[in-house]
């Protein structure tokens, strides 16, 4: 029987490819997006096609409505969860603290942080052999910008970033004798959309000279990643970072 996974924010980028690195080797899928549904969808029908099993959830993770009933349908759909990839995050224009809003930091921690909060904690409910559950890993998303601070861009979103490794590593602590692994990923220059959405869709070969590799990483590289630590090769892995950064 396939492991299933839920992977947020997976219409694009990261996400996406995790998803069909994940199809590819044996995984069953939730593939949540917000607002790119025609992405979502053909990513589905493109799995599916190929024999996987994938389907697609629309929810904003800020909501815990929305969040909730997610997870519903996973349990109609599957019946249990094996794995989350807590991978939907956003990014705003590149800006000065002194020119950032309260609303503009609302914004980035309703979706970076509480959005990741609420779907650890319904993955940890579904789970945890404590509630009858076989266990499982979730993969948090963070960034080198919580290292590297993202000044004079995003210091927002490296706050955000901040915050998730520090739940990473108190959750790993938490369920660990529960049988789930929690476990993150850094990445650094990626090229995905995400930099457009900051008002710099250049960004990585901007600063790619400032990567000891000399070049900015491909989502696949993440995924790869990301997949390792889903993985039983995994098994004694958690609490632990992954930088998939070239160095930087």
Same mark, same amino acid.
């Given at each position: 029987?396939?492991?299933?996974?839920?992977?947020?924010?997976?219409?694009?980028?990261?996400?996406?490819?995790?998803?069909?690195?994940?199809?590819?080797?044996?995984?069953?899928?939730?593939?949540?997006?917000?607002?790119?549904?025609?992405?979502?969808?053909?990513?589905?029908?493109?799995?599916?096609?190929?024999?996987?099993?994938?389907?697609?959830?629309?929810?904003?993770?800020?909501?815990?409505?929305?969040?909730?009933?997610?997870?519903?349908?996973?349990?109609?759909? /599957?019946?249990?969860?094996?794995?989350?990839?807590?991978?939907?995050?956003?990014?705003?224009?590149?800006?000065?603290?002194?020119?950032?809003?309260?609303?503009?930091?609302?914004?980035?921690?309703?979706?970076?942080?509480?959005?990741? /909060?609420?779907?650890?904690?319904?993955?940890?409910?579904?789970?945890?052999?404590?509630?009858?559950?076989?266990?499982?890993?979730?993969?948090?998303?963070?960034?080198?910008?919580?290292?590297?601070?993202?000044?004079?861009?995003?210091?927002?979103?490296?706050?955000?970033?901040?915050?998730?490794?520090?739940?990473?590593?108190?959750?790993?602590?938490?369920?660990?004798?529960?049988?789930?692994?929690?476990?993150?990923?850094?990445?650094?220059?990626?090229?995905?959309?995400?930099?457009?959405?900051?008002?710099?869709?250049?960004?990585?070969?901007?600063?790619?000279?400032?990567?000891?590799?000399?070049?900015?990483?491909?989502?696949?590289?993440?995924?790869?990643?990301?997949?390792?630590?889903?993985?039983?090769?995994?098994?004694?892995?958690?609490?632990? /970072?992954?930088?998939?950064?070239?160095?930087?």
């Amino acid at each position: 029987m396939s492991k299933i996974i839920l992977i947020t924010g997976a219409s694009r980028g990261i996400g996406a490819e995790t998803a069909r690195l994940a199809a590819e080797r044996g995984y069953s899928l939730c593939l949540n997006y917000r607002n790119n549904r025609q992405a979502a969808e053909d990513l589905c029908v493109s799995l599916n096609g190929d024999g996987h099993h994938a389907i697609a959830w629309q929810a904003d993770i800020s909501v815990e409505a929305d969040v909730m009933a997610m997870y519903e349908a996973i349990d109609r759909e /599957f019946g249990r969860l094996d794995g989350l990839v807590n991978n939907a995050g956003i990014l705003e224009r590149q800006s000065d603290v002194v020119d950032m809003s309260r609303e503009r930091w609302q914004r980035i921690l309703d979706i970076n942080v509480i959005g990741c /909060f609420l779907c650890a904690r319904e993955a940890i409910k579904r789970m945890s052999t404590l509630n009858g559950g076989q266990g499982g890993s979730i993969v948090n998303l963070s960034s080198r910008a919580a290292d590297l601070g993202a000044a004079h861009e995003y210091v927002d979103y490296a706050a955000s970033k901040g915050a998730i490794d520090a739940m990473t590593t108190g959750l790993a602590k938490e369920v660990g004798d529960q049988g789930i692994r929690i476990n993150a990923v850094k990445p650094g220059l990626i090229y995905t959309d995400i930099h457009a959405d900051s008002g710099e869709a250049g960004r990585v070969d901007r600063l790619k000279t400032g990567v000891p590799m000399q070049r900015g990483g491909l989502p696949g590289e993440v995924a790869e990643a990301i997949l390792w630590l889903l993985s039983d090769a995994a098994s004694y892995t958690t609490g632990s /970072f992954i930088d998939v950064s070239g160095g930087r």
